[in-house]
């Protein structure tokens, strides 16, 4: 069965890119356009793992997060946060609301593949937040 990727982004050129790349490679990707959206596939589909724009309408990453962790429904999913550049902190910041990992944007074609399956197999501690 083809592994299920939850990409929560508003821009449509990432979503894209990213949906394009992954497809190719053989995964099944849902996309949400903002948080709630995000929330409501997460727990609709079982996702492998999220990932998570940080800057998004409604509520941004990080509150997606911590919303996520709460819920418990994505326990033992990895959530990866696509952050950018030039935002140093917001890297930590993810980690601290729930995020396992991070990409940094913009999304490099060439290696976004291996970033993202490097993330696959890290899991969060089992049955939770990483507070
Ligand atoms: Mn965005």
Same mark, same amino acid.
């Given at each position: 069965m083809k592994k299920k990727i939850l990409y929560?982004?508003?821009n449509e050129?990432?979503? /894209?890119? !990213?949906?394009?790349?992954l497809q190719k490679s053989g995964y099944e990707?849902?996309?949400?356009r903002d948080g709630q959206e995000g929330i409501a596939a997460a727990s609709r589909m079982r996702p492998a793992l999220i990932l998570l724009d940080i800057q998004l309408p409604v509520m941004?990453? /990080?509150? !997606?997060a911590r919303k996520l962790?709460?819920?418990?429904?994505?326990?033992?999913v990895p959530i990866v946060a696509l952050t950018s550049y030039a935002m140093a902190g917001d890297r930590e910041k993810a980690?601290?609301?729930?995020?396992?990992?991070?990409?940094?944007?913009p999304i490099n074609p060439e290696t976004f593949l291996?970033?993202?399956?490097?993330?696959?197999n890290e899991r969060?501690?089992?049955?939770?937040?990483?507070?």
């Open positions: 929560i982004e508003d050129q990432n979503l /894209y890119l !990213v949906t394009y790349i990707v849902v996309g949400a941004d990453g /990080y509150t !997606v962790r709460e819920a418990g429904q994505v326990a033992g980690l601290e609301a729930g995020c396992t990992g991070y990409i940094e944007k291996a970033q993202m399956e490097q993330h696959l969060p501690s089992p049955g939770g937040t990483a507070t």
